[in-house]
Every structure is written in C-alpha cells, then in structure tokens.
C-alpha cells in the first residue's frame, strides 16, 4: 500500500509539475507578443505546431508558406519568423548582415558541437576563421588534392556498385555515397585513408555513429523547451549527445596530435595538402590563439559541412532520376558526348582519371540536373539568423530585437510565386539558355546561403558530385527498387533520406 501511494503522490506531483510548466510556457509565449498587431507577421501558431508536424515539419512550413510567405511561431521568450521572401532574404542574409548575426540563441544551441567553429561565431572569430578558410579553399594545392581524391573514390564507387549489376539485387544507394563522401571528406580534411567503402576501421566507423547521433540531436534542440533542463540532469538525449561528443573529441584531438608529430618530422612545411595539416601550419604562426581545442573546432566544422550535404544531394539526385528516366538517359548522353568513349571500351579506373577541370565545366546539362535537385531537395532545408536590432523587413514586417528569423530553403523550391507554376516539378531545363548554364540570384536560389556567408565549399560539392555522377551514369542505369515505396526525410540539420534509396542497377554498355 505504502509503495502504491508513493507511487500515486509522485506521478500526481509530476503531472501537476507538467500542467504548470505547460500553463506558465502558454502564458509566457502568448504575453507582450502583439500578435494581433498587423505590422508584425501574421502569427500560424506556436513552436508546439513544430513539434506537432516533427515527421513531415518542411512541408508543413511548405503549405503555410503558399498561403503566407512570411508568417510567425511564438516561442516562450520570443517569435520565430519564417520567409520564403526573396527580399527578406537579401535583407537578413546581405544588406542588412551587420543587424542579424547567428546570435546567443544559435550559438548556445550548437556549441556544444560546433565550438566556436565558422559555423558558430560571429563578428571577429568568424572573420579571422573565413578569412583563413577562403584563401585555403582557392589554393590550387587543395583543389588538385581534393579532385584526385574524388577521381579515386569514384572508381573506387563503381566497383562498389558493379557489385549488385544484376536485376535481382538492391542496395541502399544513399547507404554507398554516404561512405564514399566520408571516405573523400576524411582525405581531404585530415589527409587519412578511411577506406569506408571498403571495410572501414572501427574507430573510423565509432566516429561517424558519433557525428551522425549529435546532428540530429543538436537538431532536436530546436524543437524541444525543455533541451536545457534535459542537459542540467544529464537525462535523455542530452545524456547521449553529451556521449557521443566525447567521442568525436577523443577522435579528433588524437588526429590533431598525430599530425603534430608528423608535422615536426617533416621539412617541407607549406606543401602540404589536406586541411588540417595546412591549418596546423598556419596555426604556427599564432600557437596561442590557434590552440589544439581551436583546430578541433574548425576542423570539425568542415567535416561536417562537407560531410553530409553532397551524399545527401547526390541521393535525392539519383532518386529524381529514377523518377524521370528521360533525364536520366539524357545525362548519360551528355556524359558520353563530353568524354568522346561512349563506344569505347574503357575500365573504371581510367574513366575516372580522365575526368578533368576542363570536362566537368562543359557538363552543363549536369550542373542544371544537379542545381534542380537543390532547388528542390535543399541539403540544409531551413536557416535562420538572430535580430540583433528591432527592424522591418523589405515585406513591410516588424520584428523585435532577438526574435529568430528563418529562411526556408525547402519551402522556397516549391513557391509558384518564385519559381512558377511547374515550381514542384523536376525540370533541369529551366537552369539552361541554348544548351548553357545560367545562374540565379543567390536570394532566390539559396540552397548554399547567400552573402558574406555563402558556402564556402560550393565548386569543392560541384567537383565532387559531378565526378561521382559521371562515373556512376556512364557505367549504370538505375531504376527504384520498389516504385510504389514513399521516399522521404529524416528531420534533422541536413535532408537525410528517410530510411536509405533502395535501387536496382545494370550495366551499360561497356
Ligand atoms: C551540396 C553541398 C553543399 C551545400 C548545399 C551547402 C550549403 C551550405 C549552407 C546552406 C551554408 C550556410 C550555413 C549557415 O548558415 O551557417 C553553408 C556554409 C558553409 N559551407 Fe557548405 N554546403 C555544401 C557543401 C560544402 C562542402 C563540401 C564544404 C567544405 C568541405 C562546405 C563548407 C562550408 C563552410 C565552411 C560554410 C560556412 C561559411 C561561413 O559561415 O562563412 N560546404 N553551406
């Protein structure tokens, strides 16, 4: 009886303890808002709608945006602002950078991962960090080392696939181009071989989980009031974030020191190739500043930047593929009209060696083709800066100082009032004028940011998806495993597939 009451008394004081914080967050959130006032965004509900939507949030924002470009959530201590606005965008993102910065409330929700990497910092950290980044990102050092790394793992990804040429067999694509990125983002970042694709080492494997598990509960942080009590008590997924980054800083803590040592064995100081030995080398000039926990920061932030965002790119590409054959062979056609061996017989691995700079930039169906699956499957589908001033927006919309204000990337590629009434349609075509290229506004196409902030590894994804694209189109054709299956996203930082792209493959031609 005794423990029966016990247990009654302790789930009526935890119900009781919910109903109050519930009751004072409702109040809190619906206080001093103005949200009947016409010269703020129209409010669509609260951050609990997020919650609510969790499974399927960007096309939820997707269907509020169609009637509402920019609207609001309320949040408990301030209102979250969403647009698809172009104008607003150029506003935060350019005209106005100074007044909207990632702010205290991104920094305090990512810094325990991100540190005060690029991706976090503002002000005098971020620009001494981008500073360094760019002029290593333009080096023709980095971008030979980078290329021929991805020349590697392309042939090194058509064996891979060769493996299930055969109309019975099906295999998790995203699963492959998943380890193949890694594989080229480890050489690239930290000079290693990883060797993913093809047995990976345990450690290398124990990292990975790592950075896949804190990506997603980062992301939850967004969503979740209660994240930072959860971190106070050490319960949760804040217990296994807090896990899983030990385990990202043992990794690269210990790559920092090994390469130290090399580094101090070695001469030859500025031929060095990949990005952390060139970071170590600059940090000799500023050992204080630029100290191991710093390089862990910035090289951390690199790998996850690159990491995800071309694998994931790379999946939903070969996903509309299957969905539209006709483009499909059409990319394959141009493969074979811009390499001249479509007939010839021709091994994997000299198909990659011969895809230069120069044949990659005539690719012009391609880089639409690849551009059109941004547009419509944006690797980051929703970003957002903090008010650092109260302020309008171009839309006419007040905003108060602190509120957050997000772009939706994802909504954005489906807006008739952007794009057009076939906006939801995959259509390379609409990227090219007799046959060439043509760019958009960075504001309206804005899978990589835009402004002082724009991505600083745009061409570095471009190389990289079109030699693996080229490699796999030239040897394979591919079609869906299960036509009748729903491919969709996994809601976290980056648009992950849902669940893997179950393919079937045969061979072209050789
Ligand atoms: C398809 C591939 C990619 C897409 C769609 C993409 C998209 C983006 C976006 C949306 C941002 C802004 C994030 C923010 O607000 O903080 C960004 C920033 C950045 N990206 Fe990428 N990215 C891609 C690949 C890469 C790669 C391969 C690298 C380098 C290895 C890279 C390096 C960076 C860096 C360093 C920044 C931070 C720039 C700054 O804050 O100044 N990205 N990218």
Redesign the pocket.
Known sequence: MGIFLTIVTFAGFSLLFLVLTFSFLIVKIYSSKSFRDPSYPPVTGTVFHQLFHFNRLYDYQTEVAKKQPTFRLLAPAKSKIFTTDTRNIEHILKTNFDKYA?GEYNQDIVKDLFGQG????DGEK?KQ??KL??FE?STRVLRDFSCAAFRRNAAKMVKAVSEFATPDRVFDMQDILMRC?LDS?FK??FGVDLNCLDGSSKEGKKFIKALDESNAFIYWRYIDPFWKLKRLLNIGCEASLKKNIKVIDDFVHKLISTKRNLLAMQEDCNEKED?LSRFLVASQEDPEKMNDKYLRDIIL???I???D??A??LSWFFYLLCKNPLIQEKIAQEVGDVTGNQEKEINFDDFAANLTDETLEKMHYLHAA?TET?RLY???PV???NAETDGILPDGYRLRKGDGVFYM?YAMGRMPYIWGEDAEEFRPERWLKNGVFQPESPFKF????AG???????D???R??KILSMALLRFFRFRLADETKIVTYRTMLTLHMDGGLHLRTISRKN
């Open positions: 990632k690029i991706f976090a910092v971020w960090q981008r980044a760019s990102f990125t983002i690239v970042g990005i932030n690199f790998m930047a690159g990491k965002s071309s994931n790119t690849l941004l944006p690797a980051v970003d957002g800066r990337a804005i899978a990589f940011h002082p902030r724009i991505c600083l590894g745009k570095f994804a471009y990289q998806m």
